[in-house]
């Protein structure tokens, strides 16, 4: 417990930006109140993205969160880049999706795993996929053009192009004609 003395924590901050902070914003991009954005200079937002509201941009110190043209992230979504993400073109990410691009690894079997370091991997979602409510994509993840990920799926491994997957974890349901 704190008893007065110097801080011994600190925050990541508050979550507030400028559109001028980010390293690029494109036209028409609409960031619904109540979103929060962290490192906004390693964010790239295309033209006309949405992202809705209490959504967390979360990006990171090194890598960078890229989201493509036409692309729409619904409301409550947590997106964090520690690893990197790039969201292609006209991809639709609905409500409460989580894309996560870090874990702390097993290490040793002794200690707190929290105390273990950090893996990253990139997630990559190709142009025109669709992400469904709820749906969380684990890092290094990459889901080919066109894809569709069921609602509340866990998206544990690569998702090849134009298929359907749903189920935790995700599986192939079907190929879309």
């Known amino acids: 417990m704190n008893q007065g003395g ?10 507030s930006y400028k559109i001028s902070d980010f390293r690029s914003i494109g ?20 033209d006309n ?23 729409w992230i619904g409301q409550l979504c947590f997106l964090h880049s520690a690893g990197g993400i790039r969201i292609g073109k ?19 079997l002794s200690g707190p795993v929290i105390d273990n370091q950090l893996e990253f991997g990139e ?26 990920i069921g609602a509340g799926s866990v998206v544990t491994k690569d998702v090849e192009g134009f298929t359907v997957v749903a189920g935790n974890p995700a599986k192939l349901l079907r190929k879309r004609a």
């Open 90 to 108: 006209s991809v639709g990410v609905g409500p409460g999706v989580k894309i996560l691009t870090s874990v702390h690894g097993e290490g040793a």
């Open 123 to 148: 997630v990559v979602i190709d142009d025109g996929c669709d992400i469904g409510m709820g749906a969380i994509i684990l890092p290094g993840v990459h889901v080919g053009k066109g894809a569709i």
């Open 6 to 15: 110097p801080r011994d924590y600190h925050s990541h901050g508050t979550g």
């Open 27 to 46: 036209r028409n991009v609409v960031i619904e109140e109540g979103a929060l954005v962290f490192n906004p200079q390693t964010i790239i937002l295309g």
């Open 49 to 71: 993205v949405y992202v809705g509201h209490y959504t967390i941009l979360k990006g990171y110190h090194k890598n960078e969160m890229r989201i493509g043209d036409n692309t």
